[in-house]
């Protein structure tokens, strides 16, 4: 069996019992724990965290870990395993070959893993790759995450998305087609409630794409199904109907003013703020924006970092996820940069930490992630390098 060792930036392979001497361990309800520790596992599983004696005897089997911690595996709430982060037409043009598509993908899953990342969220592509790896990723054929996947996305037709998912022409051709989308499978249902942001003006967002009756029968779809509703929603109308549709998550979330937290305060709704696809591109600048469009991404990025530290401060559940497979998000990696904007934005790291596994395990729906205890599987868990806090 494997654990991740993001220190190392790779995964280990271990028996299924085994012991280890660790530099201490991190969970979101218990906290930091900074003091060496014999860890042993047993059938795959934590069976015991016991402080290490100076007298005890070490048996030649155990492992050196003392310069890790132990923790709960990442989890990113928010990627498209079918976008590469390179060049979005050359990719949409690359999924005419679908075994390059796969070929990619396997390489993103094992990134994943190497980084300390156990599962993530896909927010869709219309031809299904993401739900393809699913798929490999459950039989066990392809080594990687765990993946929740929407499969498609529910965008309406000639409207933003088509990369997402098949488009509906208003609510009632997605009635005559809800028992053939649902019986092609999903973990999650994703609407597409807003149009794209844009980086050369200021507030202003394309137009929303069902009223809040519309969306309120297409989350009702999912909920009787059991099924988490997530809403890619921005600017004041957007968000405005998808909160009030009652949709589970907010994805993105560009503009979110102090009533709509309110509300999603009151609702229990979650806020996965994306802040990586404008952010990194400052960070690691580019020539491909003009000077104006930068100007705006520096004002979209500065507000979004304020509303997400008002959102904090009002108890609001927060997620972290990337959009990765956006430009300059890659795979991977930018779950770093994620929790980086979200430190930047004023949240205390380990807070953030929560976030991108306790928190994000209940955005994914999936219980067993997100947490240390006795018990908890091996290759749910990842070996970090020792962080100081
Ligand atoms: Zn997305």
Redesign the pocket.
């Known amino acids: 069996m494997n654990i991740s060792c993001s220190a190392e930036k790779r995964v280990l392979e271990i028996p299924p019992k085994g012991q280890a001497i660790i530099g201490g361990f991190w969970s979101p309800e218990n906290g930091l724990n900074s003091l060496p520790t014999v860890l042993q596992w047993k059938d795959g599983k934590v069976h015991s965290l016991e402080p290490l004696r100076i007298t005890e005897n070490i048996d030649a089997e155990c492992y050196d870990w003392k310069s890790y911690y132990l923790q709960p595996g990442w989890l990113d709430a ?3 395993l079918a976008l590469d982060s390179l060049d979005f037409y050359q990719c949409l043009k690359n999924w005419e070959n679908p075994n390059l598509i796969y070929k990619n993908i396997q390489a993103y899953l094992q990134t994943y893993l190497n980084l300390g990342i156990v599962a993530i969220r896909d ?2 592509d219309q031809p299904g790759f993401a739900w393809f790896a699913r798929n490999r990723l459950y039989e066990g054929s392809w080594l990687g995450p765990r993946v929740i996947s929407v499969h498609e996305a529910v965008n309406r037709k000639g409207m933003y998305g088509r990369f ?1 998912g098949r488009g509906f022409d208003g609510i009632s051709d997605w009635q005559t087609n809800i028992i053939n989308f649902y019986t092609q499978g999903i973990d999650q249902l ?1 609407v597409i409630v807003s149009g794209l942001i844009r980086f050369d003006n200021f507030r202003v967002v394309g137009p929303t794409q069902w009223t809040v009756e519309e969306l309120q029968r297409i989350v009702l779809t999912a909920h009787q199904r059991g099924i988490l509703v997530m809403a ?1 929603a921005s600017g004041e109308e957007g968000i405005s109907v998808a909160i009030d549709a009652g949709v589970d998550s907010i ?2 979330g560009y503009y979110m003013t102090s009533e709509h937290l309110n509300k999603m305060k009151n609702q229990g709704i979650a806020w996965i703020p ?1 802040v990586s696809p404008i952010g990194n591109i400052l960070k690691y600048p580019t020539n491909r924006y003009s000077a104006k469009e930068i100007d705006t991404l520096k004002r979209i990025l500065e507000t979004q970092l304020a509303v997400i530290y008002e959102a904090y401060q009002k108890n609001v559940r927060i997620g972290i996820g990337t ?1 990765a ?2 430009y300059l998000v890659p795979h991977g990696e930018s779950l770093y940069d994620e929790m980086d904007w979200l430190i930047q934005a004023g949240i205390p790291r380990l807070e953030v930490y929560s976030m991108a596994t306790r928190e994000n395990a209940r955005i994914l729906g999936q219980n067993d992630l997100g947490r240390l205890t006795i018990h908890t599987p091996m290759n749910l868990l990842q070996l970090t390098a020792k962080y100081y806090v």
């Open positions: 928010h990627v498209h927010g869709g997402l994703k890619h994805e993105h994306t959009d497979g956006a």
